[in-house]
């Protein structure tokens, strides 16, 4: 499932389903991460799709605001790049955000795939990825290690 839901904490105590628009579907993932990222959007990375597939992508959720009126909002920031340094695909890491926008990721599990078997690889290592909002609100993100 591919789906979002919100939790309303100022009114009615409840979930509400919300269906995000797009040029580009998200795809369906489970073991991923979420945080905050600025103002009204969060920010979607790795995980394990449908296939079983580890991924190494990052979306942008821009949330409605309160009360609602507007339709929710997604992204890729970093759908495929081949020539930036980012973490490698992952899936059961830990991410944080700070109050400079910025999304810290780390650990989590890949594979290492030999002749016939795949071996769970447990990773240590910290990537930081830094939003610099545009004027149209979008956000421009940068990769570090």
Do not use: N
């Amino acid at each position: 499932m591919a789906d979002v839901w919100s939790f309303d904490l100022e009114g009615q105590w409840a979930w509400t389903p919300i269906e995000p628009a797009g040029a580009t579907p998200m795809p369906a993932r489970h073991a991923h991460s979420v945080v905050w990222a600025h103002s009204r959007t969060v920010w979607i990375f790795g995980g394990m799709d449908a296939a079983r597939e580890l991924r190494q992508d990052l979306w942008e959720l821009k949330l409605p605001p309160p009360g609602g009126g507007a339709a929710a909002q997604v992204a890729p920031l970093l759908h495929t790049c081949s020539d930036c340094s980012r973490p490698e695909a992952r899936a059961l890491h830990a991410a944080a955000s700070d109050h400079r926008g910025t999304m810290w990721v780390f650990g989590g599990q890949t594979f290492s795939t030999g002749a016939a078997t795949s071996t769970i690889v447990y990773l240590a290592d910290l990537w930081r990825v830094r939003c610099r909002p545009a004027p149209d609100g979008s956000c421009a993100s940068s990769w570090g290690a």
